[in-house]
């Protein structure tokens, strides 16, 4: 079930919020774990069972962890929890990957196995061997399972992030505030994020779509093409963080930011701080630091880099592109590390477009189908196969799509929170916003309400991982 649709809109979340509010506070987390397993099993409900395993193994994982965890048994059972989890996420997500590839070295012709990827494994897959690993570490094991469950299986942030740790809510599983602020707080940052998904990231893909289709090919589109997805996929991902995050703060809940305004960066460095927040830590904590982090000398941090890396391109997709991906930020990454970061402080505005410059090419990689289509992608972008620089159709797509993606690129920025923190320290200007805001969330809600009856493109590019 998509956020961004009329079944959780106007359905599933009214139902929810009328029993999550209705019940007791003893009660909550268990309305929360069986309207979170409704709204997973919407449309997968055969792969309830796998979750339920997997939080029933974390749960008796994490008390084993917590009793013997000065032991080498200890040790020994966060080992195992760790890899029966990563194991299924491998089964699901990369098991034809590897069939694909056997065949390929071979020359055998081994058959697929095309096992549906269950929605939201990568992520909750990540979030109970960062619990285990915490209780390794010195967290305390919960002994509710509805507590863990319900943080496990939380449907705000099941199918697409943030990355919640559980050492960062625990304390909220157990007693949290809910107010009519904090509620109200809760469903404006939700209808932001709808809005970005729906009136921005939508119309952009379908920016997208129109250049894959297209026949006349040139420089101009191919720049058109890469400028549309990077914002697409900003847009996109970072709605769905914002209505988690209202969603939680709804619910009572704090989650962590998960973007802040990557694209205003001046090195990928800084990119990666301010981009998909959640993953880049988890793979700090539990990847790069255990790992040696940077304790070690040079040459095994940059080694150190490229696992951490790798593994950030393959956590997104079973496909080689993704791995090209993600070592292409390893390498960026560690040319800045041991001499060109210094540099880039020198021009703010020459290292802001070198950033973007590599930020708009990876993303090129990151949507090809194939390694093939990357190339052509890229080489595109510089006209390779004797392209023109424009055509007829990027000039006409230019002019249709250029209020939005004029509004993209001025939404991907602080500007208009500046402006709003602004008025707001007028006399008159808080008195102003606080008559207009509602007028305006409600406004965008038709709107939205609208597009979504029309049935207009409404994809999720993150659900594939």
Not at 247 to 260: A, C, D, M, P, T
Not at 308 to 313: A, D, E, H, S
């Amino acid at each position: 079930m998509l956020f961004s649709s009329i079944s959780f809109l106007y359905y599933f979340l009214p139902l929810t919020l009328f029993f999550y509010f209705a019940v007791p506070g003893k009660l909550k987390n268990t309305v929360l774990l069986l309207c979170s397993i409704v709204f997973y099993a919407w449309g997968e409900p055969k792969y309830i069972f796998l979750m339920g395993i997997s939080i029933l193994l974390g749960y008796g994982f994490g008390l084993l962890v917590e009793k013997y965890r000065e032991s080498l048994l200890g040790r020994s059972f966060c080992a195992v929890s760790v890899c029966i989890s990563l194991s299924f996420l491998v089964c699901f997500k990369y098991t034809d990957f590897f069939i694909e590839n056997f065949n390929a070295v071979t020359g055998l012709s081994v058959p697929l196995l095309r096992i549906a990827l269950p929605i939201g494994i990568s992520f909750y897959t990540f979030q109970i061997v960062s619990y285990t690993v915490d209780v390794y570490r010195g967290e305390a094991a919960q002994k509710n399972v509805i507590r863990l469950a319900a943080y496990i299986a939380m449907f705000p942030q099941l199918i697409a992030g943030p990355i919640v740790r559980y050492a960062d809510i625990a304390s909220q599983l157990e007693r949290r505030e809910h107010s009519f602020e904090l509620a109200a707080e809760g469903i404006r940052r939700f209808v932001t994020g709808l809005a970005k998904k729906i009136l921005i990231a939508n119309q952009l893909g379908e920016l997208c779509n129109v250049f894959r289709a297209s026949q006349e090919k040139s420089v101009l589109f191919y720049w058109l093409y890469a400028f549309a997805f990077g914002l697409h996929v900003y847009f996109d991902f970072s709605g769905y963080s914002d209505m988690a995050i209202g969603l939680g703060r709804i619910f009572g809940f704090r989650f962590l930011e998960n973007f802040n305004y990557p694209y205003i960066s001046a090195s990928i460095t800084e990119f990666w701080r301010r981009w998909h927040i959640s993953l880049g830590s988890w793979f700090r904590d539990y990847v790069y630091i255990p790992l040696g982090g940077n304790r070690v000398g040079k040459g095994r941090q940059i080694l150190h880099i490229l696992v951490v890396w790798m593994l950030t391109g393959f956590w997104h997709g079973a496909a080689w592109n993704f791995m090209i991906w993600g070592l292409f930020f390893a390498v960026l990454l560690t040319i800045e590390k041991l001499w060109l970061l210094e540099r880039l402080r020198k021009s703010r505005v020459l290292s802001h477009f070198y950033t973007l410059f590599f930020v708009l090419v990876s993303f090129v990689i990151f949507n090809a189908e194939t390694l093939g289509q990357a190339v052509s992608d890229i080489g595109g972008l510089f006209g390779a196969g004797g392209i023109p620089l424009v055509s007829a159709q990027a000039l006409y797509c230019f002019r249709s799509f250029a209020v939005i993606l004029a509004v993209g690129m001025i939404g991907a920025t602080p500007a208009v929170r500046i402006i709003a923190e602004r008025i707001m320290k007028k006399s008159m200007g808080e008195k102003i916003l606080h008559i207009a805001e509602p007028v305006v969330w409600i406004l965008l809600l038709l709107v939205m309400t609208a597009y979504l009856v029309d049935g207009s493109f409404n994809p999720f590019l993150y659900f594939r991982f």
